[in-house]
Every structure is written in structure tokens, then in C-alpha cells.
């Protein structure tokens, strides 16, 4: 397991050349579950990279694994003249996090790998977007004056069915290949990355979760635990207790992150992501 980042409160982001600009709030949760003796999940919450991963393997790879994708992910760093990331950077961190775990691997049967899941903070079209990227069953939720979706689709054998028809949704959780999933990093394959990408708007709320989150928590109540408005850290808290009192049968990672429109930038535009650290 490995954390990197910290709760913050008021992290102040510019708008390249306006005056208007966002604050950010986030907090992150992570707890071994009640059933596993190691937590394999790994969280970086350290802008301008969010990310959750869920890490697989024996001989407590999977462990390691989750952690190789954070390391690399968190070497990330905004462009200082933007203080937004090039997205087109993620995939070289994800291809070397790869390696790294088919280094630790390379004595192991069975292999070892991570899903992971997350969101960046990226100029698309001069514009500030959250470009959210998925691999495996980790999740990317949003709520915001839309309502509320799950923005990621899952890589497993159960959505597949879902999606051709063959299963229906509401049993896909308890079917027998349900922890069986069709993309991963590591396991000797090639980093192969969803990409989604929401302008950045206030209001927005943005959960990031591992699937011992989503095996215990229905969605209509993850729904409800967003939309009471209470602040980052307290609804990543109610989430965690949730999952836990359902039976926390598997590791347990939650990201809240709240973004709200500033009436002005800060003064150098955006923080650096290591202030943010």
C-alpha cells in the first residue's frame, strides 16, 4: 500500500489567462476491510494527479503493484506555465509503471497487476477539464447539476455480459466471475487507458473508488452520501463506515474531490502540485 498526498481544503487553481479560477477540496480513505490481511490498495491524492489503485497478485505483489502505478503517477507534474498537467504524459507513467511491475513479477507464477482508476487535472482545447482514465473495475462516480452517473465502465467478464445483454446489472455483483477483470496494469500486458474528459465546472463532486467500495455500497447509496453536500473529509468518512458496516470484505479506498468556481485566480495562477503535497 502506498499513500500519496494529503486532505486539503482551498487549493486555489487558476485559469490560464483569466481572472477566474476554482478551489478544490479533497480527501482520501483507505482501511484493510475486515476479511483481508493486507491492504492492496494504493490512493494518490496530489495534484495534478488523483488516482486510486487496487493492486493484485501473490506473495503480496499486489500490494507492491498498486504502488508502482501510484509512485509513477505522483512523478507527474503540472506544466509550470499552466499548472495543468499534459495528458499526453499519462501514458508513458502507465507503461512505465508496467515495467516496473513486471520487474517485481518476474519470479511469480501467477504474475501480479493493479487496476487503477483516476483523474487529472489538464487543459484541453486551452480550457480546464478533469480528464478522468480508467483500467480494470475501480470507479470514477460524478455528481454535479446534472444529476449523478458513474463517468468509468468497468474491464471484467460481468460488464462484458452486461453489456451484450447476458446479465442482468443488478446481478452482476454476486455472479462467480464478478472479481475477474478484462484490463489491468502489469501482468505482462500493455497499459490500455479509457479516457473521458469533463470541463472543469463548480459544483462538481467527484468520487474515486475501488471496488470495495462498490461491492458493499449500492449506487442509489453512494448517491445519497454525495448529494448531502457535507464536506470532503466527513463524506469520505460516512462512505468508508458504509462499506465497513456492510462487511468490508475486500480493501476499502475512497477520493472525494469538490470543485468550486473561485470569483478570482490566485495571484501565480495555480498552486504547484507540491504545495499541495
Known amino acids: 500500500m502506498s499513500v500519496v498526498g494529503r486532505d486539503r481544503v482551498g487549493y486555489r487553481l487558476g485559469v490560464p489567462g483569466k481572472r477566474r479560477g476554482f478551489v478544490l477540496d479533497w480527501a482520501a480513505r483507505t482501511d484493510v476491510g475486515h476479511r483481508r490481511q493486507v491492504n492492496e490498495d494504493s490512493v494518490l491524492v496530489k495534484p495534478p494527479v488523483f488516482a486510486v489503485a487496487d493492486g493484485m ?8 503493484a498498486s504502488a508502482a502505478v501510484v509512485d509513477r503517477l505522483s512523478a507527474l507534474r503540472a506544466e509550470p506555465s499552466s499548472g495543468y498537467l499534459d495528458v499526453a504524459r499519462l501514458d508513458a507513467a502507465l507503461h512505465a509503471a508496467a515495467d516496473d511491475i513486471d520487474d517485481l513479477a518476474a519470479h511469480i507464477p501467477v504474475g501480479a497487476g493493479t487496476t487503477v482508476t483516476g483523474a487529472l487535472l489538464a487543459l484541453v482545447d486551452g480550457v480546464p477539464h478533469m480528464v478522468v482514465f480508467n483500467i480494470g473495475d475501480s470507479r470514477v462516480y460524478l455528481l454535479d447539476d446534472a444529476g449523478f452517473r458513474r463517468v468509468t465502465n468497468d474491464h471484467s467478464v460481468v460488464q462484458e455480459m452486461v453489456d451484450a445483454g447476458l446479465l442482468d446489472a443488478a446481478d452482476a455483483e454476486s455472479h462467480p466471475e464478478a472479481n475477474v477483470i478484462t484490463r489491468a496494469v502489469g501482468f505482462r500486458e500493455t497499459p490500455r ?75 501565480r495562477g495555480a498552486e504547484s502540485a507540491d504545495a499541495a503535497s
Open 193 to 267: 487507458p479509457d479516457l473521458w474528459a469533463l470541463p472543469l465546472t463548480g459544483g462538481m463532486r467527484f468520487l474515486l473508488c475501488s471496488d470495495g467500495l462498490t461491492k458493499e455500497v449500492a449506487d442509489p447509496d453512494i448517491r445519497r452520501h454525495l448529494a448531502v453536500g457535507r464536506p470532503a473529509a466527513e463524506t469520505a468518512d460516512e462512505l468508508m463506515d458504509a462499506a465497513l458496516r456492510a462487511g468490508g470484505r475486500d480493501n476499502v479506498t475512497v477520493v472525494v474531490i469538490d470543485v468550486a468556481a473561485a470569483a478570482t485566480a490566485s495571484k
Open 57 to 64: 497478485g501473490g506473495h503480496a505483489a499486489g500490494d507492491r
